[in-house]
């Protein structure tokens, strides 16, 4: 959608772009996928010391290192890891001595994996939600809540298929965020003008940022719309369920998959009452 008309800027049109969406109304562009973002968002997962597209590095390595000896992976378990980006994960696994497959549609992070690769990982570029993901794993993993930005029907199908690609007795390991995440209950806005182009151009827009919350729902949505130079305009969301322990819990009841532990993130900070995240151990039964 354009917001000039006739030479104008159509505030009408502006307005409607600040609409609140329907619940997990997807944006009309894909973040992770888009030609120029993603070379930036690449840069940002590489960076060590962000917690950005993915975690601080030092954390990662502590998380596999935890996930590994908290599951008792043996050398040579077959694991997943869906939505890997450019393998930062699955290279700390393979260094660990497992099996190691790595999912993620993402074309630039899943070449950046395989052109580093030193291992016999196995990187699969596509959908997770579609793709062929092999079978018999002895763990699949979903880390840095990916697992909050799929609408209710995504979520479902996730779960079936992380179920039928486990092992009888396999894990399910994932984070969430919870209603207690400092982003929850409030909302946000920001604008910045980029006459130089940025993160989500490389010519020069106006980015409207808005960050709303469903309280209904315990949902929050992350909404930029950017205006370029024409005034055509671009809407990106990233959409987050957030979960309490007694809610994600029943779910992955409901899927099959009982928990048999919860943590704060997954390197096994204790969960508190009020913690804003939780790391989930999860077995299929
Ligand atoms: C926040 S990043 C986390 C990457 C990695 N787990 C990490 O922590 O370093 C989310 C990743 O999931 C990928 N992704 C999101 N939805 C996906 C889907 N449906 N199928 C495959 N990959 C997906 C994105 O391309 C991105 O690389």
């Given at each position: 959608m354009g917001v000039i008309q006739d030479g104008?800027?159509?505030?009408?049109r502006l307005q409607i772009q600040a609409e609140r969406p329907a619940l997990f109304q997807y944006g009309d562009q894909e973040i992770w996928t888009d030609e120029h973002i993603s070379k930036r968002?690449?840069?940002?997962?590489l960076d060590p010391d962000i917690n950005a597209a993915s975690r601080?590095?030092?954390?990662?390595?502590?998380?596999?290192?935890?996930?590994?000896?908290?599951l008792d992976l043996k050398e040579g378990s077959k694991v997943v890891d869906l939505g890997c980006g450019p393998g930062l994960y699955c290279e700390e696994f393979a260094r660990l001595g497992l099996d190691v497959t790595g999912v993620d549609f993402s074309k630039r992070s899943i070449k950046y994996a395989m052109d580093q690769s030193s291992s016999s990982i196995e990187y699969i570029h596509g959908d997770y939600l579609t793709v062929d993901l092999g079978d018999k794993y002895d763990a699949a993993f979903l880390i840095y809540?990916?697992?909050?930005?799929?609408?209710?029907?995504?979520?479902?199908?996730?779960?079936?298929?992380?179920?039928?690609?486990?092992?009888?007795?396999?894990?399910?390991?994932?984070?969430?965020?919870t209603p207690n995440h400092k982003d929850s209950g409030h909302e946000?806005?920001?604008?910045?003008?980029?006459?130089?182009?940025?993160?989500?151009?490389?010519?020069?827009?106006l980015e409207l940022f808005k960050m709303y919350y469903y309280p209904e729902d315990q949902v929050k949505l992350d909404q930029n719309v950017i205006i370029?130079?024409?005034?055509?305009?671009?809407?990106?969301?990233?959409?987050?369920?957030?979960?309490?322990?007694?809610?994600?819990?029943k779910l992955l009841k409901n899927h099959g998959f009982v928990v048999e532990g919860f943590y704060e993130d997954l390197k096994g900070t204790p969960y508190e009452r009020d913690s804003g995240s939780i790391g989930l151990i999860a077995r299929k039964i």
């Open positions: 104008k800027i159509s505030l009408e968002m690449l840069e940002a997962h601080k590095h030092e954390m990662i390595v502590k998380s596999c290192g935890w996930i590994v000896s908290e809540y990916d697992f909050d930005v799929l609408s209710d029907s995504d979520r479902n199908e996730l779960l079936s298929r992380v179920y039928s690609i486990i092992k009888d007795d396999g894990y399910f390991v994932l984070d969430v965020l946000t806005m920001e604008w910045s003008i980029n006459p130089n182009g940025g993160f989500w151009s490389p010519k020069g827009y370029d130079e024409d005034g055509k305009t671009r809407t990106y969301r990233i959409w987050h369920r957030l979960y309490t322990l007694k809610q994600i819990t």
